[in-house]
């Protein structure tokens, strides 16, 4: 049996290379689609999941990390004296103008901490000491600015919001969904900069728990303190900030539009393929004329749709992880989680036997005389 769908599959070289191609082409299109979904939500939370906050408290509705409100900054005070919080700070966040020495003027996302040692923000940094933020006019950049600001280097000044700020560090891989160069500064300097906006406000205040404290619990205690303002775990700040752009932006849907079309394609090419074995309808014949049931004619065709699915998929994963620095040099981001390639590996495997299908309804209505006749 083994061999005669072998035979069969490989009887033309040149169909059956074609067919998994057309599931190299499926599996890499799936791959790297959602790849590239993964990497740009995964820029949406970065700085969620690099700061070590259990609690975020924000404004009231904050649809994202990005589209941020400012409260009153002495909220925080609220905040410290709650049971079960052991550190709190606040975070500022906020939009500034850069003057290029071009003219041009591009724009930068501050996030700006009182200590950032302490919360052991920015991560990254290839060049500088964040404690030295708070020492004067200074700013740290993320090295990805350079596709928007152009060359800079540690010692180079550029002009916020006005003001003359020397950079004095940089980090790596901050990066933002909207993708506008992240920037790191002195809270203090952050209100001097923007003071009608920021001066006695702050976007967010950072929470960490007091070990052994229940996070629902103290989350409830700080919403009773701060009616208007909500309060998040750090999970739920992630998932909220990830959601909303998902469904306002139109990527989720993109990206199921995406793996549809590369399962299609797949799923036409394997059954295209395997239903050209008719051509060797005598063989498949000759299976039942000997005894062969319908249970052994489909294990052939599943035969077949197995090592299509399994040569696809490597054909297709290969190229998919290769790809990963030319990705990185376009300033984006191709995450394959394992657990994903391995699904898409069981997926591609399920829709080539759903393939075969289309073989098996005519091969299994075959009459075994076939094979006497002339």
């Not at 169909?15 to 082409?25: D, L, N, P």
């Not at 609220?78 to 500022?92: E, F, M, S, W």
């Not at 139109?250 to 199921?256: E, L, S, T, V, Y």
Request: with cysteine; net charge positive.
């Amino acid at each position: 049996m083994v061999d005669l769908a072998f035979k069969t599959l490989l009887h033309d070289k040149l169909r059956f290379f074609i067919t998994v191609a057309g599931v190299a082409f499926a599996v890499s299109l799936v791959l790297v689609q959602v790849g590239l979904f993964v990497g740009i939500l995964d820029n949406a939370t970065i700085t969620i999941e690099h700061l070590p906050a259990d609690l975020w408290v924000t404004s009231k509705n904050t649809p994202n990390l990005d589209f941020v409100h400012q409260f009153p900054e002495t909220s925080v005070e609220r905040v410290r004296a709650t049971p079960g919080v052991k550190r709190a700070d606040n975070l500022i966040l906020a939009f500034m103008n850069v003057a290029l020495p071009t003219g041009a003027q591009e724009t930068t996302v501050v996030y700006a901490l009182s200590n950032f040692r302490r919360w052991n923000f920015p991560w990254n940094v290839t060049s500088g000491d964040v404690d030295d933020l708070k020492r004067g006019p200074y700013i740290f950049f993320d090295d990805s600015a350079v596709k928007r600001f152009g060359r800079f280097e540690v010692g180079d000044y550029r002009e916020v919001q006005g003001q003359r700020l020397k950079v004095i560090g940089m980090t790596h891989d901050a990066k933002s969904f909207t993708t506008t160069p992240l920037s790191f500064m002195d809270y203090d300097r952050a209100q001097s900069l923007s003071p009608q906006l920021l001066r006695g406000n702050t976007s967010y205040i950072l929470v960490e728990l007091e070990p052994g404290a229940r996070a629902d619990d103290v989350k409830k205690a700080i919403a009773k303190e701060l009616p208007y303002n909500d309060v998040y775990t750090k999970a739920e700040w992630a998932s909220r900030s990830r959601d909303y752009w998902i469904k306002n932006t139109g990527i989720g849907f993109n990206a199921f539009m995406t793996v549809f079309l590369g399962c299609l394609v797949g799923v036409v090419v394997v059954a295209q393929t395997l239903y050209k074995t008719m051509e060797h309808i005598k063989e498949f014949g000759t299976v039942k004329a000997i005894g062969g049931s319908n249970a052994d004619i489909y294990k052939i065709l599943a035969k077949q749709a197995g090592v299509s699915a399994v040569v696809g998929f490597v054909l297709g994963v290969v190229p998919s992880f290769a790809i990963r620095p030319l990705v990185e040099k376009g300033d984006l981001k191709l995450i394959i989680p394992t657990d994903f390639a391995v699904v898409v590996f069981v997926g591609t495997l399920l829709l080539c036997l759903v393939a075969s299908m289309v073989s098996f309804r005519k091969v299994a209505s075959i009459d075994p005389s076939l094979v006497f006749r002339a």
